[in-house]
């Protein structure tokens, strides 16, 4: 592995990135201890990989550089981490051991039409004994499954000037309504 740092250096009075020799770049490590981050050396860290070889590059960049190059390289190695948790493979690849099939032939789908059929006829039973029940159930209906249970009577009671009374004794009647109702 070959590693090689560039550092600010004025060359014939101009600032540039120069190579450092393993004594400045120790010399920079060891001062940067111990000092806040604005005030520090900072280096990105750049790896390149030709066949068996494997280059490392530091450079000199401003804080700002260093932050945002900094954000860049832990979403990367958090991305690396989750990708490496799961096992990618193409549904069109034949599978092993059978005649001609292929993987999306034969992976099961989480997804059950029957159980999708029968829970949209149900929701259509429960919005036809609500209507019949009473005119502001199915709008009771509707907000329990847009928002959640608070947020639902804050609107109830902006929308029909109710108390905050009201519209709990409506929801705990509608409430046991739909539990009857499933029964």
């Not at 494997?54 to 989750?82: C, G, P, T």
């Not at 499954?145 to 705990?172: G, M």
Request: charged share 35%; glycine share 2%.
């Amino acid at each position: 592995m070959k590693t090689t740092v560039l550092i600010y250096k004025e060359v014939d009075g101009v600032r540039q990135l120069v190579v450092a020799t393993k004594k400045e770049w120790e010399d920079i490590l060891e001062a940067n201890r111990g000092l806040p981050m604005a005030e520090r050396r900072l280096f990105e860290e750049n790896t390149i990989k030709e066949g068996n070889e494997v280059d490392r590059m530091f450079i000199e960049v401003s804080l700002e550089d260093y932050q945002k190059w900094h954000r860049e390289a832990s979403l990367r190695a958090k991305r690396h981490k989750n990708d490496s948790e799961y096992e990618v493979f193409s549904l069109d690849a034949p599978v092993p051991d059978e005649e001609e099939s292929e993987s999306h032939e034969i992976v099961p789908s989480p997804l059950c039409l029957e159980d999708v059929a029968v829970d949209n006829i149900l929701l259509s039973e429960l919005k036809n004994a609500l209507a019949a029940w009473n005119p502001w159930a199915l709008e009771m209906l509707d907000c329990y499954l847009s928002t959640n249970a608070r947020t639902c009577t804050e609107e109830l009671c902006k929308k029909h000037s109710l108390s905050d009374r009201a519209v709990q004794k409506r929801k705990k009647a509608f409430e046991n309504f739909v539990q009857n109702f499933l029964q």
